[in-house]
């Protein structure tokens, strides 16, 4: 199983970029999917994911600004980041929780990450 994540980039405050990232490998089944981030120097934190019963929550730092979305038949998902904020500068990581081996539970992947900078 891989994630792939891309659209990172530079941009200025109140400017807008898209993420996505791909799952592809032995996919049986995801359960939650999202997007972290990891600002310098600070812990990998939460911003957006669906949940395994199709809802959506948010980082309360996002809410109103960044919208996350997906496609399942592509198992894609995608982050709208807009409004901007140098203090949204971060590597975003895709994640996802999902189930590769009938035989065992779920488990957590990560992608590589990719670098948003946003100036002021």
């Known amino acids: 199983v891989q994630l792939q994540a891309s659209g990172g980039g530079l941009v200025q405050a109140g400017g807008s970029l898209r993420l996505s990232c791909k799952v592809s490998g032995g996919i049986l089944s995801i359960n939650f999917m999202g997007w972290y981030r990891q600002a310098p120097g600070k812990q990998r934190e939460f911003v957006a994911h669906?949940?395994?019963?199709?809802?959506?929550n948010y980082a309360n730092s996002v809410k109103g600004r960044f919208t996350i979305s997906r496609d399942n038949a592509k198992n894609m998902v995608y982050l709208q980041m807009n409004s901007l904020k140098p203090e949204d500068t971060a590597v975003y990581y895709c994640?996802?929780?999902?189930?590769?081996?009938?035989?065992?539970?779920?488990?957590?992947?990560w992608g590589q990450g990719t670098l948003v900078t946003v100036s002021s």
């Open positions: 669906f949940t395994n019963v199709g809802s959506i």
């Open positions: 994640n996802a929780w999902l189930k590769d081996d009938s035989t065992a539970p779920s488990r957590q992947y």
